[in-house]
């Protein structure tokens, strides 16, 4: 099994920048790709970026330029820096991993992401 918890997130006022983290714990060869997601008020989750299980790393259009993620493998934790944030970034952001899927289209639908956290809530206030 695998555990991974997010922490950070806040309130921001629009324009402004927050930092996620994550770490995984547990049977970390059971994991080959790692990424958040988000869930809107009222709107279905959605993949915000990804570190795919070949290595790739891949943001929702949406936040390309604005979001980044890095990640450290020795350590099991990965970050998401949030700038120029935006009111409908407003959101709860989930920590995902698992085993990883074969393209980007799987990975929108969390295919393969099998461990999650309870979610961080990002407000960002216009």
């Known amino acids: 099994q695998v555990q991974v918890m997010e922490s950070g997130g806040g309130l921001v006022q629009a324009g402004g920048s927050l930092r996620l983290s994550c770490a995984a714990s547990g049977n970390m060869n059971m994991v080959n790709a790692m990424g958040w997601y988000r869930q809107a008020p009222g709107k279905e989750r959605e993949l915000v970026g990804i570190f795919t299980h070949s290595g790739r790393t891949n943001y929702a259009d949406n936040v390309k330029g604005r979001f980044t993620m890095s990640r450290d493998t020795a350590k099991n934790t990965m970050s998401l820096q949030m700038d120029s944030l935006k009111p409908e970034d407003t959101a709860v952001y989930f920590c995902?991993?698992?085993?990883?899927?074969?393209?980007?289209?799987?990975?929108?639908?969390?295919?393969?992401?099998?461990?999650w956290g309870k979610g961080a809530l990002v407000t960002v206030s216009s």
């Open positions: 995902s991993a698992g085993r990883g899927c074969s393209a980007y289209r799987c990975y929108e639908k969390a295919y393969g992401m099998e461990y």
